[in-house]
């Protein structure tokens, strides 16, 4: 308890120095924490948006649907001609009706076709759905006009970069080219009714169009009710990877062929069960990507503090030269007055890291409470207008570890040096 | 008793290219509560004969002997012990730790004894602040203290440990001669008053003359020995 106090006040002689290194990891602990809470957030909200926008939580589809990631529609034409018969889609919601209660489930209609205004062109993917569904409303920030109204066919709500490409504004009507599924062409006129800016998939340029599902079928030529895919949400995402299983189970059971399970074919159709977490996981990954990158910059700057206090060490280690020669001479072991040092070092850590940590905290509450405002419209896309921040507690002690384990690992070395020096050299009189 | 036994002790200091010899075949006996100087010219090797009796260091020949342990062929952390235990040190400068108070500086080596407990600790270090004469000054810094005072808080601080020896390597050489011969007179009382031996080393001829027995070196041999 004393030789701590002894450390303590060593810290507190050199003040400018402990300030120096103290700010440096007051600052590291400050943006870890607040950036833990942060890229958790955004995290969250790509997920959010693409279950919203694009996937649901869960989303069955014909086994020989050939799309297994959104972004591959950025890559090349979506492949939407394989379906769900009227029949199938009855025996699945069967079996989805006895969950009723924890999951909402809505069918889709997906096509690619080609959009033509009076000057430009865009091959877009097209997204049929009940209008009514509030979820997808979730997925955008509207800029103009409105969303779909259910009483209507042939209006679209399109992104505000397709907008831009074909230089269109709500009222405008477009052209749309397309091919059925048995391969004849259909010509189709739409309204602009709404533009959109996607919440988060806007970053990657996503461009999907918004409509009906009657207009989508008919794009298609799918007159008997097909439907591309039946989109599931739950109540909770942490639910997904359970519900996913037991649906597959579910179905099995039911004679419905899932395309893990290697079971007889009843109806001659397969089908196959993907999670948000699949089909999303090109964004997810490119988000998880960007965070990455953004902790490797936090450990990058880790090691410059490291460096830093590398050498404060080094330097005290010469500054008290004498006065490590003066513990040993008095019977202290290496290790004993390697502690001293070390303890100096961790009390500069424990102290101004906790109140790093505490600053970011109490930030990361006041976000989850009041949210953060949006520091430009332009940004309204990927955080809204106010991002209310979710906090993950167990960052806290992670954080904690890190900076104590930096700060171990870069003053040990320096230290056992300083300490290991043979006394009689450092008591000698000049 | 026999305190301190050094057997043929040489010390040479390896230089690269030369070798400075600066002992060379000292044969020494210290008895338990002696008072003694090593004096000397300057590199006649006073420093090097008290760092190794002090255990700061390893003879290149010969054997050191300290409270009948053969401390020449123990390993450091043996060494670090004896030093805890058995020696006291009073440097040329002090060495007074600059963050800690009076009270504090005496306190240290005793933190690292797991042998005596806080209320014996307590009572050694209040006793030796009192034979010191700095009762009035025990919050004090050591920058806060002259260099006298500071010389009485080192002189405290080799004793709280209660060791066989002292080890002064010129304890006076930073002070006014008045308060040089006020240190020795400390440790002497002390030394009367304690079966703790002592043994300083110093230039100055008025502080030689405090001691009762004189050993002097010259070019690294004991040339002979005074007893006053
Ligand atoms: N670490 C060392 N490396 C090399 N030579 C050394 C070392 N320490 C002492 N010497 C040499 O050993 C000899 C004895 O030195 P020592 O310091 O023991 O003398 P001293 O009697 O204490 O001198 P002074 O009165 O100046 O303190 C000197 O020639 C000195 O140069
Ligand atoms: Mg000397």
Redesign the pocket.
Known sequence: MKLFLFSLKNAIRSWWRTLILGLFIFFIGLMVTFMGSFSLTIRNQMEDAIINGLSGHIQIRSASAEDDDFAEHMKSRWKGASFLDADLQKRIQAVLKTHSGSLAAGACVRHGALFISDTDKAPCLIIGLDPRSTYYQNAFVLTQGRMLDAEQTHEIVITENLAENLKVKTGSVLGVLSQTSDQYPVDLAVTVVGIVKYRMLSLFGFSGVYTDIDTARELIGFYNNEVSDIIIYLHDKNMTEGMYNTLLEEFGDAGITTESIDLQPVSGQKIKLSTYKSMGNFFISTIGAMIAVFYLLIILLLLIVSILIFNLVYMMGIERYKEIGTLRALGFSKFTAMRIFMTEIFCVTGFFGGLGILLGTALNLYFSIQGMPSPAPAMDFIMGKRLVFQIDYSQIVLTMGLLFGFSFIASCIPAYKACSLRP??TL??T | MVSVELKAIKKD?D?GKTK?R?LKGINLTIDKGEFIAVA??????????LNLIGCLDYPTAGEVWIDGVLVSSLGESKLNKIRLHTIGFIFQSFNLIPVLNVYENIELPLLIRKDVNSCERKKRVTNLIAAVGLAGQKKQRPAELSGGQRQRVAVARALVTRPAIVLA??PTANLDSKTGIEIIELMHTINKSQATSFIF?T?DPKIIRRADKIHY?EDGHLKQEHTL
């Open positions: 009689v050299e000698k009189e | 200091y230089l400075v600066a000397g010219p300057s590199g006649s090797g006073k420093s090097t004969l390597d010129e080393s230039h070196l």
